[in-house]
């Protein structure tokens, strides 16, 4: 087994939230050595920022490339009900006048790659195709990773921090025992891509549509990507979507819930298929903390929350932002201590919460409509969520308000 030069930082996991952690450590002169398995560009779900991504990625450098980059832009999202009837838009630009409000639908595997390359050129040392085996201690402090490379050889590389970001699998997660699956958000998704979808013009050619299904069981999102690609799919309650179905096949659970969609059927009905379908099952859950001794979790490796408000990157980003700063401060000072490292956990899990409060108010029968009509002075708020301005006090005055604004399933959008 070889050892390595060491770095001060490890991170394990290239996507989204380790490129952010890596690249800016990296600024803050930090010598920051990033470990992914897979070899980049490589596929992955979740294709739609909201506009609160903006600042980290203008602190990464990667707007310019963004701006003349092939992404469809987003400006907006709407609802559709059940029925079919769809809501007025949220324009983001109608509450924030600033370049923020608009964003990007991106196609995740440029997305990331364009992140990676980006951690590379702030001087983070980058390997990929290397497998990070463990994650190594002394009694509870993290002291390195052993891994292995393409080539089946393996190292120990030993450094001050080891930052987890390597997603849903994420080493330290189980480990440690820290995993808490939300008993509330049990939910499952079945999604593929289709070309020549119906797609809007204008602004409103790049909207995320969220399309109810019948029964308000479950919905569709409908992110539209370039090259006339969009993608399409299903989130529904675990049991309703793979329990006492007459075929476990994912075609025919994914079709069965079209035919439950007005909003999605003529949408696609004229469209071709152009990937296979793919599912995730179960997937709601949080760390009990996001630091320990000489240890970070970041991303999906701290936490999933359900995709109804497109808040994956966001997440994957602001934590990763957060702990950047956290670790370059107790690395200044000497003392990569949990309580230094995860300095950051309470505001960044209270944003969490406040975007988990709408998610279930809309699984509860929200109607966004009705609270808008009863409470007017709230719509900035409601926007303020949907673009991912998550960390700020002043929205949890929405939280009182929102059972009054519920339907029952079957009620009218």
Known sequence: MIRTADPEVVVIGGGPAGATTATLLAQHGRRVRLYERERFPRY??????????????????VLPQLRGGPFVEKHSVQFVSEQGRVSEPFYFSDYKEHESARTWQVTRQEFDHLLLDNARRHGVD?????????????????????????????RVVHCEVVVDAAGQSGLILDRLGLRQWDSVLKKAAIWTYWKGAVRESGRDAGATLVLQTA??????WYIPLQDDVVSVGVVAPFDHLFKNRDSKEL??????????????????????????????????????????????????????????????????LKSGALAA?????????GDPSASRLGCWGPEYVAGLDRMRNLVC????????????RQHGHVKPLITDILIGDLFKGDIDALWPLLDGAKEPSGAPA
């Open 215 to 220: 029964g308000k069981i479950g919905w569709f």
């Open 44 to 61: 992955h779900v979740g294709e739609s920022l909201i506009p609160e991504t903006f600042w980290v990625l203008e602190r990464l450098g």
């Open 126 to 154: 980058v390997h990929e195709g290397v497998r990070v085996l463990e994650v190594l201690f002394d009694g509870n402090r993290a002291e390195g990773v052993r891994l292995i490379d393409e080539s089946g050889v393996e």
């Open 361 to 372: 108010g809309f699984y509860d029968g929200l109607n966004f409509g009705k609270l808008v």
């Open 325 to 333: 700063d956290a670790i370059a401060a107790a690395l200044e000072r």
């Open 251 to 316: 075609e025919a659970i994914y079709t069965t819930e079209v035919a439950r969609c007005p909003g999605v059927q003529p949408r696609i009905a004229n469209a071709e298929r152009i990937a296979p379908y793919r599912a995730a099952k179960e997937y709601s859950y949080r760390s009990k903390q996001v630091a320990g001794d000489g240890w970070v979790l970041v991303g999906d490796a701290f936490g999933f929350l359900d995709p109804l408000y497109s808040s994956g990157i966001l997440l994957a």
